[in-house]
């Protein structure tokens, strides 16, 4: 059997937790940063810049690293050695449900073709394009992931810190996703891969393609009910509702095209595909575990 080992652009929030159920499940792993190199207490971290060996090694490959103006920072950095790398069977990109773009609140899936609305929306589908035309030689799963939280990033910090504001937009919802369940989609994915890696592992390759995954919960809600949720279990009153219009002038050009895009996302087939069900199907459930974890451990 060909030995298992990833590599994973970007050693960030998702990225670490990514790593770290890797490793439990018997792959080596290997992660960058434009920090430089370091160890990890089970896996390492390599400089951006000297991933060429990584490449040449790595069985599955996970990009988390979002575009910029320039593009997607790992393929113009690195894009000729991954397409040359000749033990890659898996490819993973972490993209965002942002590529849906506004549907005034309808609902999405795994069929329905992008339409980004913005920029940022527009060098993502550019970057799911660029890495799509790896599926040539190896799958691809295009991870479209909703809002990311999970301990030390969630409603409960903001309303702790006193940050927090319910702008209030009727009909407005958006899913998000715990980032323990991110974990999960993108173990269950690349673990498909590894079985057929050790069924054909006397072939050259795996037989490509192009998956869209749906990260995103099974209940759309809207930021003031999660805000509010939030402080109900930290037993503090919830902070005041701010018109939406109000609120608009102090947004930043991030946030504005946040509260401009307003859809519904299902992940049904998704789940379906992975054989995977959301460890926290909305966001009540998501808050109540890590406000238990922070009981046990602290806050993160």
């Known amino acids: 059997m060909v030995g298992r080992s990833?590599?994973?652009f970007g050693a960030g929030y998702c990225g670490r937790a990514i790593a770290e159920a890797?490793?439990?499940a018997g792959f080596e792993v290997t992660a960058t940063s434009r920090g430089g190199a370091r160890a990890e207490a089970r896996w390492q971290v390599i400089d951006f810049d000297q991933a060429g060996p990584?490449?040449?090694k790595a069985t599955h490959i996970l990009a988390t690293a979002p575009p910029g103006e320039t593009g997607d920072p790992a393929l113009a950095a690195h894009g000729a050695a991954i397409a040359a790398a000749d033990r890659v069977r898996w490819i993973g990109y972490v993209s965002t449900t942002g590529v849906y773009g506004d549907r005034n609140g309808g609902w999405v899936d795994e069929a329905t073709p992008p339409a980004?609305?913005?920029?940022r929306g527009l060098r993502r589908v550019a970057a799911e394009a660029g890495w799509g035309a790896m599926a040539g030689r190896c799958a691809v799963d295009l991870f479209r992931v909703a809002g990311i939280y999970g301990p030390g990033r969630s409603a409960?910090?903001?309303?702790?810190?006193?940050?927090?504001?319910r702008v209030n937009k009727p009909g407005h919802v958006f899913g998000r996703i715990h980032?323990?369940?991110?974990?999960?989609?993108v173990l269950a994915a690349m673990l498909q891969a590894a079985d057929r890696l050790a069924e054909r592992a006397t072939e050259p390759a795996r037989a490509g393609g192009v998956r869209a995954l749906n990260l995103s919960d099974d209940g759309p809600a809207s930021s003031a009910d999660v805000?509010?949720?939030?402080?109900r279990l930290l037993g503090v009153p919830p902070p005041p509702l701010v018109p939406y219009a109000a609120a608009l002038a102090a947004m930043s050009p991030m946030a504005r095209s946040f509260w401009a895009e307003n859809r519904r996302v299902s992940s049904a087939a998704t789940q379906a595909a992975l054989g995977y069900r959301w460890r926290f199907p909305d966001y009540r459930s998501g808050l109540a575990a890590i406000l238990a974890e922070e009981g046990s451990h602290g806050p993160a």
Request: charged share 25%; net charge negative; hydrophobic share 50%.
């Open 6 to 8: 990833l590599l994973i």
């Open 22 to 24: 890797a490793v439990a």
């Open 54 to 56: 990584a490449i040449a």
């Open 116 to 119: 980004p609305s913005g920029p």
């Open 156 to 165: 409960l910090d903001d309303v702790r810190a006193g940050r927090s504001r």
């Open 179 to 185: 980032r323990d369940d991110i974990t999960g989609a």
């Open 227 to 231: 805000l509010a949720e939030a402080a």
